[in-house]
C-alpha cells in the first residue's frame, strides 16, 4: 500500500514569504501529525490533527498553522519565514495514538 | 514534560561486532515507546512499539526491550546496511505534545 506522501521535496523560499507544504497519509489514517527536524534540536512536534481537527499543537509560534481535509490529506502554512524555519518538515499519519507513526520523506524547506 | 534521552551520540562497530544503544525516559504515563530508523535525506522507518516493561520484540538483527525508565535497541552481529541514525521516541498522551524524539544514536558499521 503506498505510504505518506509529502509534496514538494525540496523548496527554496525568501524571508518574509510564506509556504504551503502537503501530505496525503496512508489511506485509512485518520490521524495527521507534523514535525520539524533541525541538525540542532532533533525532531520537534508541530501539530497534530484527527478528524479535521488539531488536537495537539507543540510550542511554535503562530506562524505556524495547518489543517486537514475530510479525505484527511493535511497542510501545514508558514507565514513571515525565518532564516531559522530552514529545516526538514516529516509529516506522520496512524491508525490510533499509540500505534506505530508512518513518516514521509519530508520537505526540506531552505529559506534565504 | 516528557523526557527522552539516547546515548551513546555516535557509535562505530565493526561488521558482527554486536552491541546495545540506550534510550533512556521520563514520562507522567507512557503509552508507547518507539524505535526508528532514519536515512540521511528521508524521513524515519518505524521499527517497533513497546507499550509495558518486560516487554521485547525482535525484527531481523534488532531486538527491542523495555523497563520503567529505558529502553535497549540491541543489534547482532550488524552489517553496513544496517548504518543509520536509530531514535526513540516516547507518547504520553494527555493532549500534550505528540511524540517526544531522543537526538538518536548515529551508527556506524565497518565493513
Known amino acids: 500500500k503506498a505510504g505518506v506522501t509529502q509534496t514538494p521535496r525540496y523548496l527554496i523560499k525568501t524571508r518574509g514569504q510564506q509556504v504551503t507544504l502537503s501530505c496525503s497519509p496512508i489511506?485509512?489514517?485518520?490521524?495527521v501529525s507534523w514535525y520539524q527536524q533541525t541538525p540542532g534540536q532533533g525532531l520537534q512536534f508541530l501539530f497534530e490533527y484527527f478528524s479535521e481537527t488539531q488536537r495537539n499543537k507543540g510550542n511554535f509560534p503562530g506562524r505556524f498553522s495547518g489543517r486537514q481535509f475530510s479525505n484527511s490529506r493535511s497542510e501545514m502554512n508558514v507565514s513571515t519565514l525565518e532564516l531559522g524555519d530552514s529545516a526538514l518538515y516529516l509529516c506522520a499519519s496512524s491508525l490510533t495514538d499509540n500505534y506505530g507513526y508512518t513518516f514521509g520523506s519530508g520537505t526540506r524547506l531552505t529559506v534565504v | 514534560e516528557d523526557q527522552v534521552t539516547q546515548s551513546p551520540e555516535a557509535l562505530r562497530l565493526q561488521e558482527g561486532e554486536s552491541s546495545s544503544l540506550n534510550c533512556s525516559y521520563t514520562v507522567s504515563g507512557l503509552r508507547g515507546l518507539f524505535w526508528y530508523r532514519q536515512d540521511p535525506g528521508k524521513g524515519p522507518e518505524f521499527l517497533f512499539t513497546?507499550?509495558?516493561a518486560g516487554e521485547e520484540k525482535e525484527k531481523e538483527r534488532l531486538k527491542a526491550t523495555l523497563t520503567k525508565k529505558e529502553s535497549f535497541l540491541h543489534i547482532t552481529a550488524p552489517k553496513p546496511e544496517d548504518s543509520a541514525t536509530y531514535l526513540c521516541?516516547?507518547?504520553?498522551?494527555?493532549?500534550?505534545?505528540?511524540?517526544?524524539f531522543g537526538k538518536g544514536t548515529h551508527l556506524i558499521i565497518q565493513p
Open positions: 489511506s485509512g489514517h485518520r490521524s
Open positions: 513497546l507499550y509495558s
Open positions: 521516541a516516547v507518547y504520553s498522551g494527555g493532549g500534550a505534545d505528540g511524540l517526544t
